[in-house]
């Protein structure tokens, strides 16, 4: 072991470092976890790409020769799942000008080369240790809650139509929790944690329609899944889940699935204020989890609905892919007026009765 491995700054945290200047000095001397780029759109595309189970710890931007370097800094700032990332800036040359902008910034800390490199590296350490930098879905929760608020013509619709439904379906919920329970052990009420508009967290009705144990069963299927095997998937889990086939739908669950009168009790999640009649479907916390890269987040600044544009386009066929669920959902989330919600309730019926066991 030679004396420059045993004096090298130990960072535990993983850095993404923008910038040629200073890149053998990151590069050679701090053993850590570093992506380097110094493409500005290669950079932008790599924070574009990150999810809550990918983000970097630290941030390192050189400031000179880099025209970008400001507007990079403000970018990441108007991302939610970035802004609480820490932001340090590397230099070359001090200039009282840069420093200010970046203090106006709030950026961690600013360096001006040459430094201690054992300085910088506690420095660094020390801003892991102490700062909250990977943001909980909770409170990306409420970060994004603050850009999304239901029109409230489309709240007084759901109101109104979803109390309605309640009142006039009321029959048919004790019917069918007579059935459910006479057919097999279980709640009759399936009660799940779901992700809404706004990554709110809510828990999600539907009637019980599978086995009492299905949760547990899930990972012992994973190879079932029929998105698995997408491109998207690849490099890790697929975003949704959806198995053909189900095991561990009971038979009177599979007539509710088919003919969708499991989905019912989501009136009370419509009247509560948890969904709308029309939106994107709320998704289960580790599928969610995968969809909070910039990309495809867009689909949660939008309602989280009962139906939607991907259950009345291909639901249950085997050639809705993953990439086209997603986009759906992001079109939907950006161009939902009450005239496509009417379109959409217009479309769902015909949509209700499935094919395929999905």
């Given at each position: ?21 200073l ?8 053993d850590a976890n ?5 493409d500005?759109k ?13 983000l970097?710890d ?10 970008h370097?400001f ?9 939610p799942?970035?802004?609480?990332l820490i932001?340090v ?8 000008s ?6 106006d910034l709030?950026?961690n800390?600013y360096y ?23 943001p909980?879905?909770l ?36 019917i069918v ?11 009759v009420i399936?009660k799940?944690?779901r ?6 967290i809510f ?5 019980r329609?599978?086995?009492?144990d ?7 299927m994973a190879?079932m899944?029929?998105y ?6 690849k490099?890790?889990?697929a ?5 053909k ?10 007539f509710?699935r ?17 969904m ?21 987040s867009?689909?949660f ?7 939607g ?14 990439t086209?669920r997603?986009e ?8 939902y ?8 309730i ?9 094919k395929?066991?999905?």
């Amino acid at each position: 072991m030679t004396t420059s491995t045993i004096n090298r700054p130990q960072i535990n945290a993983k850095i993404v470092h923008f910038g040629k200047l200073l890149k053998g000095v990151i590069m050679e001397e701090f053993d850590a976890n570093v992506d380097q780029m110094d493409d500005p759109k290669d950079f932008k595309r790599y924070l574009d790409q990150q999810s809550l189970l990918t983000l970097p710890d630290i941030i390192l931007i050189e400031v000179d020769d880099n025209k970008h370097c400001f507007d990079q800094i403000k970018e990441i700032k108007k991302n939610p799942l970035l802004q609480g990332l820490i932001i340090v800036l590397l230099g070359i040359k001090e200039d009282k000008s840069w420093r200010k902008m970046a203090l106006d910034l709030k950026v961690n800390d600013y360096y001006t080369y040459p430094f201690p490199l054992e300085d910088f590296s506690e420095r660094l350490n020390f801003l892991v240790k102490f700062k909250l930098i990977k943001p909980k879905l909770l409170e990306l929760a409420q970060k994004v809650d603050m850009e999304y608020q239901i029109p409230w013509t489309k709240r007084a619709f759901d109101l109104v139509a979803s109390g309605m439904a309640l009142l006039f379906l009321f029959p048919i919920f004790i019917i069918v929790a007579i059935l459910i329970k006479l057919e097999s052990k279980g709640a009759v009420i399936y009660k799940s944690k779901r992700v809404g508009a706004g990554y709110k967290i809510f828990d999600f009705y539907k009637f019980r329609s599978m086995r009492s144990d299905a949760d547990k069963m899930v990972e012992s299927m994973a190879g079932m899944n029929q998105y698995a095997n997408e491109s998207d998937a690849k490099n890790g889990k697929a975003a949704f889940v959806k198995f053909k086939d189900d095991p561990r739908i009971t038979r009177l669950g599979s007539f509710l699935r088919k003919t969708s009168i499991d989905e019912l009790p989501q009136l009370i999640n419509v009247f509560i204020g948890d969904m709308s009649l029309v939106g994107n479907r709320p998704l289960p916390l580790y599928e969610a989890e995968q969809l909070t890269t910039n990309e495809w987040s867009t689909r949660f600044l939008g309602p989280a609905g009962l139906t939607g544009l991907w259950q009345i386009s291909k639901r249950g066929k085997k050639d809705m892919s993953e990439t086209e669920r997603k986009e759906l959902d992001n079109y939907y989330a950006t161009n939902y007026s009450i005239f496509l919600d009417l379109k959409i309730i217009l479309k769902t019926i015909p949509a209700l009765i499935q094919k395929e066991e999905v």
